[in-house]
Structures are given as structure tokens and as C-alpha cells.
């Protein structure tokens, strides 16, 4: 049974680029949760997505930022123009339903802006 | 959003019990307090969770303060695989969203 999958596990851009991060949850979860983690700090909460459907995204940044998860394969986190202080450790967490489960999260991509 | 204070750090044996506090006083009744660990360049793996009543697993025990202000983790015998920074969390469940709120975290250091 295969845990949270995350990729790419490191991504390099250039100031301007776009960047995508995938998350494929574990097999029979339809709740994934996208986190964000800067050196030295914990993790900060971003979105919160259903099949289809966003659920709570208080955390995520007003713009260049957007999630989805659709009916069909992998929840993506879209960073339009990046600049250096997106570079962090994106990680996504998914969980069987919403309240009394544990969150699984993947190993993470590591987003490095040059 | 509810916040937690933890140690920044912790320095334990190996193989002797270690208790790693955490203070969440503005904690809401429906608050779930969790703990996660988190290894270097890993993603955070579950330790346990509980709402009022301790609780134990194989990893560990959560002790919960009656009036909920408080908790501790105990690990009952450190190993140095247990060296991480430890999370605890609280999971919020106003409004229909189960986010994750994290804290500083505590990284625990064993020494053999």
C-alpha cells in the first residue's frame, strides 16, 4: 500500500518561472491538505481540497498561488512567477475523511528559486 | 486559530523515558491535540492523538491536562531513532476544515 507520493522531490527555477508540484494521495483518500515549510520552521497550512472541490484555502497566498484536485489523477500546487521567498519544502498530506483521521503526508518537493 | 508552545529542544539517554511538554491554553473544546515527528529532509510522520482522555500506542503516551491547557508526549524508552524535531498540533474542525495548526516543534536529541 503505497504512502502519500509527491513529485518532483527537488525543483530548481528561475525568478519568473512557473512551478508544479504533484501529490498523488494514498489509495482510498480523498482529502489532501498542502503545507508549507521555510528553513528552520514548522510546517504552515495552505489548502485544504475534496475530489473537485476546495475546501478551506485561508493559507494560501492572495496571488500567483492556486491548488486543484480533480476527479482524476494527482492534486497539484501551481506557483506562477516565482520569486525567492517561495523557495521552501512544499509538503501534502491526505486523509481518509475529514475529522477524527490522521493526516499521511508524502516526503515532500523541495522548491529552490534561483 | 489556537496556538502551541513547545521547548525548542530536548536532550534525552538512550533507553530512559523522556517527557516532551506542550502548552495550547487557548485550545477550543472541539480541538484535537496530535503529534507528529519529523526526521531531517522527511515528511512528518503521525505519533498520536487524543481529544480529553490519555492515550497509549506502540509508539508512545499522551497525557492531556484536565482542563486540555496542556500536554505531554512520553516516550518510554528514547532510542536514538526517535531523534527528531517532535510537532505538537492542533486540529481544528470549526467550519468544516480539518487543518493542521503546527507549533515550533521540539527537536529531541538522544544521546547513546
Known amino acids: 500500500n503505497a504512502g502519500v507520493m509527491q513529485n518532483p522531490r527537488h525543483l530548481v527555477r528561475r525568478r519568473g518561472q512557473e512551478a508544479r508540484l504533484r501529490c498523488s494521495p494514498m489509495k482510498g483518500h480523498s482529502h489532501v491538505y498542502w503545507y508549507r515549510q521555510l528553513p528552520e520552521e514548522g510546517l504552515k497550512f495552505m489548502v485544504y481540497l475534496q475530489k473537485e472541490n476546495i475546501i478551506d484555502e485561508s493559507g494560501m497566498p492572495k496571488e500567483r498561488f492556486s491548488a486543484e484536485f480533480p476527479k482524476e489523477g494527482p492534486s497539484i500546487l501551481r506557483i506562477q512567477q516565482v520569486v525567492r521567498g517561495d523557495s521552501a519544502a512544499y509538503f501534502c498530506a491526505s486523509s481518509e475523511q475529514g475529522a477524527g483521521n490522521e493526516q499521511f503526508f508524502g516526503p515532500g518537493t523541495r522548491l529552490t528559486v534561483l | 486559530d489556537a496556538k502551541t508552545t513547545q521547548p525548542n529542544s530536548m536532550e534525552s539517554n538512550e533507553e530512559e523515558p523522556v517527557h516532551l511538554p506542550c502548552n495550547h491554553s487557548?485550545?477550543?473544546?472541539?480541538?484535537?491535540i496530535h503529534w507528529y515527528r519529523q526526521l531531517p529532509s522527511q515528511g512528518p510522520e503521525y505519533v498520536i492523538h487524543?481529544?480529553?482522555s490519555n492515550v497509549n500506542n506502540r509508539m508512545a503516551s499522551l497525557a492531556i491536562a484536565e482542563d486540555r491547557k496542556s500536554s505531554t508526549l512520553i516516550l518510554h524508552r528514547a532510542t536514538l531513532r526517535d531523534a527528531a524535531v517532535y510537532y505538537c498540533?492542533?486540529?481544528?474542525?470549526?467550519?468544516?476544515?480539518?487543518?493542521?495548526?503546527f507549533g515550533t516543534g521540539t527537536r529531541l536529541k538522544v544521546l547513546a
Open positions: 498540533i492542533l486540529r481544528s474542525t470549526t467550519s468544516g476544515t480539518y487543518k493542521y495548526i
Open positions: 487557548t485550545i477550543s473544546g472541539t480541538d484535537y
Open positions: 487524543g481529544l480529553t
